[in-house]
């Protein structure tokens, strides 16, 4: 018996040893741990990269590299890892790599750039306006052409530069490959190139085109046009294009929209341009360069003055040294440089002179006079030197009129009638039309523009050649846009009217 127990307690023993061994060795092996250690370069240049982000999955320690391009992970746990680095501006790229117990395994990467695995974008062609070309007009449309090699998103930056000025203009983030600008400087030279970006390839830039903008010298018409309530002052040119049908051509603002300015007569003799403006509750004579700049009031101590600011006109010399003006029932003249004041005719009381026109040829001045209500008007020409009336053309006949304009040879008179004769608190007029008057002949004779019914036609004069009339059309009910028109005259062909500029009046022709 006590045998027995002596080998069954020998056989537990055994079992409980047994037991404590394989427990021991299961420990030991899971506590196994080796080191990764590596090294990261850059793709085909072998360059060392610094901070870049190394994992592992399963997971482990996260290290980045050193400035020699070197990472170390010490014990990490044996088994087969996926190794990943990762750095900005590279392709993430992945390695296999096995971990031994108590062993070092060595991983190297190289990391492509991004930018290596995409294309610039091609340089950009500038297609319009053309390389040195000249006479181009306001706005400019801006054409290039570019295109991107990849999948990329391509974006551009436009550089513009007045060669005059050295002003740049840049306009950055652009999606398409067409751009316009207005109001450049009129008669400058301009530099412009493109700059194609992917944002991820060094960016490309087109060559460096030229251009010059039209001159105002081109731009033989002035006009007036409503902003923000006030008057303004705008030079324009010829119609453009298919059947001259592009009109408001080569548009410059001249005075601004924050003040009263209009009725412009430019003189070519003395390349000055003369104007009325609203000051203080006053209306004044300005004169200002071609371009607008150099505004110099004129009048001060006696103002423009009389029926409706709206109808009054004044005139140039004929030798373009000195200005004649209304104020009332009276006309004066002023030098250009505001010197000089004199007055040279006086109607009689009661008659505004409105209206006034010379001629190159003569001293004689062209005057119309009407009473306080616009009508009761007289045409006539007077002699400053005598301030006397030479020749009376229109008077007893009702109705408004308007449009004064004296030839070159100062032989005929231009001016428009409301023929329908009617006379009204608001001046409104009913069916204007331009007539032509011949001192030789004593006779008038109406100049046919086709004019629709309901509309007037006002502010008639001569073209500089006198081979055409410059009007306005515009519906009799006094609100609607007003439209400037030119047609040619004393011709056997019965020319149509060409349209010159829209929502304009008060035109000039020089």
Known sequence: MSIFKNQNFKAVLLIVFTLLVSCEEDTIGDEAFGTLEGKVVSNSFNIPLENVKITTNPSSTTVFTDKDGNFIIEDISIGDYS??????????????????????????????????????????????????????????????????????????????????????????????????????????????????????????????????????????????????????????????????????????????????????????????????????????????????????QLTKSIPIAGFRNDEIEFAWSNNGNVIYYPNFNSLYAINIDGSGLSKVYEAPSGEFITEVATNLSNNLIAIKTNDAAGYNVKIQTINPVSKSVTRTIIEGIPGAFGGLDYSINGNKILYTRDISGIENTQYR??????????????????????????????????????????????????????????????????????????????????
Not at 128 to 156: E, G, H, L, M, R
Not at 266 to 288: C, D
Not at 438 to 454: C, L, R, V
């Open 83 to 296: 190794v990943q680095a990762d750095k900005d501006d590279f392709e993430t790229s992945f390695e296999p790599s096995t971990i031994y117990s108590n062993k070092t395994t060595t991983v190297v990467f190289e990391l492509d750039s991004v930018a290596s695995k995409n294309l610039q974008p091609a340089i950009p062609t500038l297609i319009s306006p053309q390389d040195k070309a000249t006479d181009i007009s306001n706005p400019v449309q801006f054409v290039w052409s570019s295109s991107k090699n990849d999948s990329d998103t391509i974006t551009y930056t436009f550089e513009l530069r007045d060669g005059n000025t050295g002003e740049i203009q840049i306009f950055e983030n652009l999606q398409d490959t067409t751009l316009t600008i207005d109001n450049l400087s009129v008669g400058a030279n301009y530099f412009w190139q493109v700059t194609a970006d992917d944002a991820i390839t060094e960016s490309t830039q087109s060559k460096i085109s030229s251009f010059q903008l039209r001159g105002i010298e081109n731009n033989r018409f002035l006009y007036v046009r409503t902003l923000n309530g006030n008057n303004v002052i705008f030079s324009g040119g010829e119609p453009a294009g298919l059947n001259n049908s592009e009109v408001d051509q080569n548009e410059i603002q001249l005075t601004s929209s924050e003040l009263n300015c209009y009725r412009p007569k430019a003189n070519r003799t003395v390349n000055k341009i003369a104007y009325i403006r609203n000051q203080g509750g006053e209306s004044h004579l300005f004169t200002m360069n071609l371009d607008g700049s150099g505004k110099t």
């Open 429 to 510: 007029q009913l069916d204007s039309r331009i007539f032509e008057y011949d001192i030789a002949n004593d006779n008038s004779i109406e100049i046919d523009t086709d004019k629709p019914t309901g509309y007037n036609n006002l502010d008639v004069s001569y073209a500089p050649n006198e081979g055409y009339v410059m009007y306005i059309l515009t519906s009799n009910d006094g609100i609607s846009e007003k439209k400037i028109y030119r047609k040619e005259i004393n011709t056997s062909d019965d020319a149509d009217p060409e349209l010159l500029f829209t929502n304009a009046f008060m035109p000039n022709w020089e």
